[in-house]
């Protein structure tokens, strides 16, 4: 049986659970990477707040939660796509910003909404912190380190023909313990996934055409048929 891994975890709704019939694909989601919370007892002046990841955003209010703290209703709150967005939303906010999910893009297009203003961004330890880099000289940066992200050594994982990476931390840890088969496909979310992976692997990985599971999902029934 054809088999997919996705370094996620899926729920009902993923649309890998929904346009794969599990008795034709097997599908495996399981995140390689554990997150922590990383305490802070003050929200730093700013405009803008900026998450770029669903843990940021889970992360950032559960530490302002612990500390007693709240996001001044002055501040205006910018996402990088519509996975943070619907993050956002389950804290009953809504974006004041929300990007196509592209960090490249959506960095030039928030620097010129935010230009000359003071942005936090709340971020994980291992951050790669594409979209301040972006940025830098158009907005006034202020970092937030909110959790920490760590591979994972505990995972068993059965092989998969088609292996789908949601982070270059989750590429990270699966390489650490297994080596790339020649039968394999690798397919990324996004250009800052790929290029980890072509570090890793040393060979041409597929991206996905938007950074979402619908258009990942869409991608491995197309590498499927042409596996077929």
Not at 83 to 90: D, S
Not at 110 to 120: H, M, N, S, T, Y
Not at 203 to 214: T, Y
């Amino acid at each position: 049986m054809p088999s997919i891994f996705i370094s996620r975890e899926l729920g009902a709704e993923s649309p890998f659970s929904q346009l794969f019939d599990p008795k034709e694909v097997q599908i495996h989601g399981e995140s390689l990477v554990e997150f922590h919370l990383r305490p802070f007892n003050a929200v730093p002046d700013c405009d803008w707040c900026f998450f770029s990841s669903r843990q940021a955003v889970r992360f950032f209010f559960l530490g302002l939660k612990n500390a007693h703290l709240a996001l001044p209703k002055s501040v205006k709150i910018g996402v990088l796509g519509e996975g943070t967005a619907q993050a956002l939303k389950n804290q009953a906010l809504a974006p004041d910003f929300l990007g196509n999910g592209d960090p490249d893009t959506v960095g030039r297009a928030f620097a010129i909404v935010a230009e000359g203003q003071k942005v936090l961004f709340p971020r994980a330890a291992q951050s790669r912190e594409s979209i301040q880099k972006s940025m830098s000289g158009t907005v006034a940066v202020i970092d937030l380190v909110v959790y920490e992200n760590l591979p994972r050594t505990d995972f068993e994982l059965p092989h998969a023909d088609i292996l789908v990476f949601t982070s270059p931390l989750n590429a990270q840890a699966y390489f650490a313990k297994y080596p790339l088969q020649a039968d394999q496909q690798v397919l990324a979310i996004g250009q800052t996934t790929a290029d980890a992976l072509r570090s890793i692997c040393g060979r041409e990985v597929q991206i996905a055409e938007s950074p979402s599971e619908l258009a990942l999902a869409e991608k491995c029934q197309e590498l499927m048929k042409k596996r077929d």
